[in-house]
C-alpha cells in the first residue's frame, strides 16, 4: 500500500503543528468519534496513530465514541425493526442490550485494541463505570402538536459529570475511550445522544478542548 505521506511531507505537517502542539500542550483533548472513520478499516487505523500522537507530543486525549452503523447492523441481524423520531432511535429495553453490548463492549474494544497496537495505553470504560456520567430521560418535542412529548425509550440527556474516573487515567498516561452510556437517579442505564454528549462530556475535565 503506497503511504498516505512522504517522510519530508510528515516533516511539514509537523512543523506547521508545532504552534497548536505547544498551546494544546498538557490539556484534554475530547474527540468526539463517530460516522465514517469508524467503518473504514484504513481510517481506523489512520484515527488510532492521531491519537497516539497526541499523547505522545504531551495533550491528554478522552476519545468518546458512537456505533450507530454497528448497532443498526446487529438489530438487523437479530431481526429488531429500528425505529426512529426525529432522527432519535426509540431504545426500548431489549434495544439497550444490543446498544450496550455493542458501544460497552465490541466498538469499544476494537478502538482500545487498535490504539493499543499502534503504542498507546488506552483503557475502555463506559459512563456508567465509576458512575461518572450522570443522565435523565429524554423526551423530545412532537412536530404535530406543540404541547406533546415523545418517548424515545432509555435515551437521556447528560446532566452531571464527575470527571474523577477520567483524571486519574489522565495523570497515569493512559487513554481513556468512553461509550456513551450512563444511568439516571435510579441508576436506570441509558444511552445518551449525540447532542447530549457534545454539550455534557467536553465538561468532564478542566483543561480542555473538544473537536469532532
Known amino acids: ?8 511531507e510528515k516533516a511539514d505537517i509537523l512543523s506547521e503543528a508545532l504552534p497548536y502542539i505547544q498551546r494544546f500542550y498538557d490539556k484534554t483533548i475530547v474527540i468526539k468519534y463517530g460516522g465514517n472513520a469508524m467503518t473504514e478499516r484504513h481510517l481506523m487505523e ?56 455493542v458501544l460497552g463492549g465490541l466498538v469499544n474494544q ?10 498507546g495505553n488506552a483503557v475502555g470504560l463506559t459512563g456508567k463505570d465509576g458512575n461518572f456520567i450522570h443522565a435523565k430521560k429524554m423526551l423530545v418535542k412532537s412536530k404535530d402538536r406543540a404541547d406533546q412529548m415523545l418517548d424515545i425509550g432509555q435515551v437521556g440527556e447528560i446532566t452531571r459529570i464527575d470527571p474523577a474516573i477520567i483524571q486519574v487515567l489522565d495523570a497515569r498516561d493512559f487513554i481513556p475511550v468512553v461509550a456513551p452510556l450512563g444511568a439516571d437517579a435510579r441508576a436506570t442505564p441509558t444511552t445518551s445522544t449525540p447532542t447530549s454528549r457534545r454539550a455534557g462530556l467536553p465538561a468532564c475535565c478542566r483543561r480542555k478542548k473538544s473537536f469532532s
Open 110 to 119: 476494537d478502538i482500545v485494541t487498535l490504539i493499543n497496537k499502534h503504542g
Open 1 to 8: 500500500m503506497t503511504p498516505l505521506h512522504t517522510a519530508a
Open 46 to 101: 489512520a484515527f488510532a496513530k492521531d491519537v497516539v500522537l497526541l499523547k505522545l507530543v504531551g495533550m491528554n486525549p478522552v476519545v468518546v465514541h458512537g456505533g450507530g452503523p454497528q448497532i443498526a447492523g446487529l438489530l438487523q441481524r437479530i431481526g429488531k425493526q429500528s425505529e426512529f423520531i426525529q432522527g432519535m432511535r426509540v431504545t426500548d429495553e431489549e434495544t439497550l442490550d444490543v446498544v450496550e453490548m
